[in-house]
């Protein structure tokens, strides 16, 4: 099943007699995402575009978040065919299962990152700088520790009707702790992303480093991108752990219908960074144009 970190119910996969809508939309929607970014994100490494008025650190978490992408999409082939069935084995389920959570995670405390830069760099330059170092050396090994529950849960399942790459939870504790967890890391980079933009607005008009709209246009698109897409996810994890908790045989039944569907939407930050890369870099260019053109006439004259 397709998963952005570790699902919640023991199966993960829904039952046969519902898995046409819940196993086609999945695998149409992850291929697309796949398609689109895969050789965006791949051009973007390769290229190395330059980002005018970034500063380096945060041109180094733009690359780490495109890598972070890259990696991701890089796992769903091996999703889109466990949508219909696994015979890979235990250990490659595993391993896909941690690579797609320690890319994901990462992602997402890239763009928690970038948004404290923006702050950082504001408020506390010479900090922010100070910190630049072991910066990317912590948001990995920090993706790679909330990643072990895939190491651990991750098991290949067989069925009557097919095998699958699914959670193998002995306990319902274990997995209420494991989205429980994945909640807190989701909600935690919501907090920290809205009060660095809500402190860096009060002191916008006196920065100097963000006169440059197309730049700010780019960095405040990732972020609120990332924002409402793992909103979905975030709220049905949040169902889902009440209908553990509760018992509730609706809301278990409504996670095994809707969690690949849900899950799938995150993927669309992974494909849509490179698209927001090219728009901004295009802007940055005209503009530039535009003002040579108007040194070139004012020369003239």
């Known amino acids: ?91 490659m389920c595993k391993i896909v299962s941690f690579l797609t959570c320690c ?16 702050y950082m760099q504001v408020i506390h330059q010479q900090r922010c700088l100070m910190f630049k170092n072991g910066l990317l050396a912590l948001l990995w090994l920090t993706s790679i520790l909330l990643s072990v ?41 919501y907090i920290i992303i809205s009060c660095a933009y809500i402190f860096l607005n009060r002191k916008l008009n006196q920065a100097v480093l963000f006169n440059n709209a197309s730049t700010s246009r780019l960095l405040t698109s990732i972020i609120v991108k990332c924002f409402v897409l793992w909103t979905p996810y975030f ?30 939407i995150t993927f669309i930050n992974s494909c849509l960074n490179p698209l927001l890369y090219g728009f901004a870099l295009g802007i940055c260019h005209r503009n530039t144009n535009s003002n040579n053109a108007e040194l070139n006439t004012a020369a003239d004259t």
Request: with cysteine; proline share 4%.
């Open 149 to 189: 529950p895939a190491l651990i849960f991750r098991q290949e399942m067989k069925y009557q009707q097919y095998s699958s790459c699914d959670q193998n939870y002995t306990y319902a504790e274990q997995e209420v702790v494991v989205l429980v967890t994945e909640c807190f890391i989701v909600l935690s980079s």
């Open 103 to 118: 890319s994901l995670y990462s992602s997402l405390l890239t763009v928690t990152a970038l948004s404290v830069q923006r």
């Open 1 to 91: 099943m397709t998963s952005n970190f570790t699902n919640i119910s023991t199966s993960g996969h829904p039952p046969p007699s519902s898995s046409g809508v819940s196993r086609v939309a999945p695998a149409v929607f992850l291929s697309l995402c796949f398609l689109v970014g895969f050789p965006g994100n791949l051009a973007v490494i390769i290229c190395k575009p330059n980002w005018q008025n970034l500063s380096s650190l945060n041109q180094s978490l733009m690359m780490n978040l495109a890598l972070s992408d890259l990696l991701c999409l890089c796992t769903t082939p091996f999703w889109i065919y466990d949508e219909f069935t696994w015979t890979l084995g235990r250990v």
């Open 235 to 264: 709220v049905f994890n949040v169902v889902s752990v009440v209908g553990i908790l509760t018992k509730n045989v609706r809301i278990v039944h409504f996670y095994d219908f809707g969690f690949g569907l849900f899950s799938s």
